[in-house]
């Protein structure tokens, strides 16, 4: 449950927001996690997060770091844009591929590498 894990333990990680390849997109099948969150803010206004972006290994590194940079700003549009979550709640940051959390030697692997992290400020 996305509220409690949040609110309650600080931090929510989900591979449910996913992007193009080699883009800051968001795909729409990401709607119904952003959607979530944003009612897990919308219902605990005080709550401040960070957004951090992750990538796989693939690529270059610094390309990597910009990406999940780029990709974490993406969401925070979304969230402002979409559901009117209010822009000084939330802060971005990306650590590409410095922080796996499974080998990047499969696609699943990569697959769960390839997450945004939520935690509370």
Known sequence: DTRSKLIT???FVTTGITFDVNSATIKP???AVLKDIA??????????????GHTD????????????KRRAEA???????EFGIEAGRMQTD?????QPVAPNTSPEGK???????????
């Open 57 to 68: 290994a693939d690529g270059d590194a610094a390309q990597n770091v910009d990406l999940s």
């Open 39 to 52: 009612t897990t803010l919308s219902e605990n206004p005080t709550v401040k997060v960070q957004i951090i």
């Open 29 to 31: 099948a990401s709607y």
């Open 111 to 121: 697959a769960n590498n390839r997450r945004v992290e939520f935690i509370k400020l």
């Open 75 to 81: 969401v925070k549009q979304a969230l402002i844009g």
């Open 9 to 11: 333990e600080g931090k």
């Open 94 to 98: 990306g650590k590409g591929a410095t």
